[in-house]
């Protein structure tokens, strides 16, 4: 895999989200409307009733002969419309250690959890967290409300790295079973390297909405053009060197290649998963991938 030295460290998270918070308030309102609710909001099947429509409301549910009617938008009211509970899985690898450049992917990733939780807060929605690292799992189970939400997010946020000569973690499959109701959403944050599917993950999957990100460094997608450096392995816990031979470059491309492949078996529905850059704009990244969901839902 790529490879390079750099330890990930989130500081003052607080601080952070607090400045994170207006943008994802912005987005809301002006960006993403009702894009985020519509994207993951359950529809009950069951009419209920007809209400007046407010800014946010699904257009899709609309009754068209009362508005009609009465001058002014009313919806359809479904029976068992619930509220998001999303719940965060950030598998701590030590790869996530690697940053060719300003950023490390862990810092990177950690701020895509703290963005998609803030996105909760202001939607009052529930939000929980799963972490698994090499040294333990942390469980925190979902909440309602900014300020619970925030102290929450900022709580995952200020893990330590792991060392990068740590193992990899293992995930508390039992424990994701029950943390959170049928039906919620489930949103494993790592850095998905090829592997087989794991036992828990069809369980996970009839049980929970199940959508993955991923962030990627620039050399994992392409490897430098310098002929030859020497740069640390965080999943070896070795100083390599690279000599950009075609052999390398080939690796690579075969590396990359089995990745993909394992991270499309997991995820299978394009819209269930999600891959950014660490040099790339992470909340308009959420938007587009929102609008995306959006549209597809309009088109069903």
Known sequence: MPIENQKSKI??????????????????ENVLSGEYRSAFRGRGMEFDQVVKYEFGDDVRDI?????????E???????????????????????LNF??????????????????????AVNRDRV????????????????????????LAASLLSRPAPAVTAHAPVLPWRLLAHAAPRHSILLWLGDFPPRAEPEGWPVLQRRYQTMGFRVDDPWERELPPQDMFAAY?????????????????????????????SWRRMFPDPLSRLVV????????????????????????
């Open 128 to 151: 929980g967290f799963v972490y698994a690292g090499p040294d333990g799992n942390l469980f925190r189970e979902p909440v309602r409300g900014r300020g619970r939400i925030l102290h």
């Open 277 to 300: 850059d660490t040099t790339e704009n992470r909340l308009e990244a959420l938007v587009r991938f929102f609008h995306a969901r959006m549209r597809a839902g309009a088109a069903r």
């Open 99 to 120: 940053g060719s450049a300003a950023q490390s992917k862990r810092e990177a990733l950690l701020e895509l959890a703290g963005l998609v939780m803030l996105l909760g």
């Open 11 to 28: 500081e003052n998270p607080l601080a952070l989200l607090r400045r994170l918070e207006w943008r994802v308030r912005h987005a809301v």
């Open 233 to 261: 392995d965080p999943a070896a816990g070795r100083l390599v060197t690279l000599e950009g031979s075609a052999a390398e470059r080939a690796a690579h491309a075969d590396w990359r290649a089995a990745r993909e492949e």
């Open 63 to 71: 009754d068209w002969n009362v508005t009609a009617r009465l001058g």
């Open 73 to 95: 938008p009313y919806r359809k009211k479904f029976v068992e419309e619930r509220e998001v509970t999303l719940l965060l899985v950030f598998e701590d690898s030590p790869s």
